[in-house]
């Protein structure tokens, strides 16, 4: 947090400093506070019949102040700090980490055919090319982060980092008119009409959601035995086996570009392999 902000007035801001010869003087202190809390059910199918399978749902909330613990800066648009360091009460909101829905499947399934199987059993030549399929793969569905609005105007003339706008409605727009090109109502930040002026912004922290994430991992494995030590195995990945575009964050500055996506994640991503086992 920096200590060296001066009170939110007009004129120069150096001379109003705490320390006027100096700008920023940060420092990292101990005193926000987190918590989380959510209901989390299991399900788990162990191995039977070729088929096993782990699934986890969590239905949960995070709330913090500042920032998120791990420095990536997900939810306040490339800031950490307080806005204004004598009311940190104003800082709770959302974690940049909350998700309020996260759904993961995991699951293998040896396909029935081949020897011990329930299909095309009876013929070993065959089952040198329809036994010993295996397909697996990890699932994940899961809400986006939250995000921060960051004012390019030091509106309260104070010298501070972080400052938000106003806010005037909820940004959030339905799922059915968010677009890379608007993700959310800009129109509902600004700090054009200050009334009294030299303050600090209105919005509150983490009030913008983040694309969710839907996702497949895919694999598909053949082991053929050449003998009692000598297996091969065939291996088949695809990440991002559907290729749903992993949208980035939307610019949450305001600016040229604010509510605009203009990253994503990898694409579908597919990688052979060969192993020998002895």
């Given at each position: 947090m920096d200590q060296n902000t001066a009170?939110?007035?007009?004129?120069?801001?150096?001379?109003?400093?705490?320390?006027?010869?100096?700008?920023?003087?940060?420092?990292?202190?101990?005193?926000?506070?987190?918590n989380y809390n959510a209901g989390i059910v299991r399900v788990e199918k162990r191995m039977g019949k070729g088929l096993s399978m782990l699934s986890s749902y969590s239905y949960s909330k995070c709330i913090d102040e500042v920032g998120t613990p791990d420095g990536n800066s997900?939810?306040?648009?490339?800031t950490l700090g307080a806005q204004n360091r004598f009311d940190i009460a104003a800082e709770k909101g959302l974690c940049g980490m909350h998700m309020l829905h996260r759904a993961i499947f995991s699951y293998i399934y040896q396909l029935p055919f081949g020897r011990g199987k329930a299909l095309l059993n009876s013929n070993a030549v065959l089952d040198k090319f329809v036994g010993g399929w295996v397909l697996s793969g990890i699932t994940t569905f899961q809400s986006g982060g939250t995000h921060s609005v960051q004012d390019n105007v030091d509106i309260a003339n104070s010298g501070a980092q972080f400052e938000r706008p106003d806010a005037y409605c909820n940004p959030n727009l339905p799922t059915t008119?968010?677009?890379?090109?608007?993700?959310?109502?800009?129109?509902?930040?600004?700090?054009?009409?200050?009334?009294?002026?030299?303050?600090?912004?209105?919005?509150?922290?983490?009030?913008?959601?983040?694309?969710?994430?839907?996702?497949?991992?895919?694999?598909?494995?053949?082991?053929?035995?050449?003998?009692?030590?000598?297996?091969?195995?065939?291996?088949?990945?695809?990440?991002?086996?559907?290729?749903?575009?992993?949208l980035g964050n939307p610019n949450g500055s305001m600016g040229g570009t604010f509510g605009v996506i203009s990253s994503a994640g990898n694409p579908r991503q597919v990688q052979l392999a060969l192993k020998m086992l002895f």
């Open positions: 009170p939110p007035g007009p004129g120069s801001v150096n001379p109003r400093r705490p320390f006027p010869a100096y700008a920023t003087i940060d420092d990292i202190m101990s005193v926000f506070n987190a997900e939810e306040t648009d490339g008119q968010r677009s890379i090109k608007a993700w959310f109502n800009t129109a509902c930040f600004g700090n054009l009409n200050l009334d009294p002026p030299y303050r600090y912004g209105t919005a509150g922290r983490s009030l913008i959601y983040n694309p969710g994430t839907n996702n497949f991992d895919l694999t598909l494995m053949k082991n053929t035995a050449v003998n009692e030590r000598l297996t091969f195995q065939f291996r088949a990945e695809a990440f991002n086996a559907f290729n749903h575009t992993p």
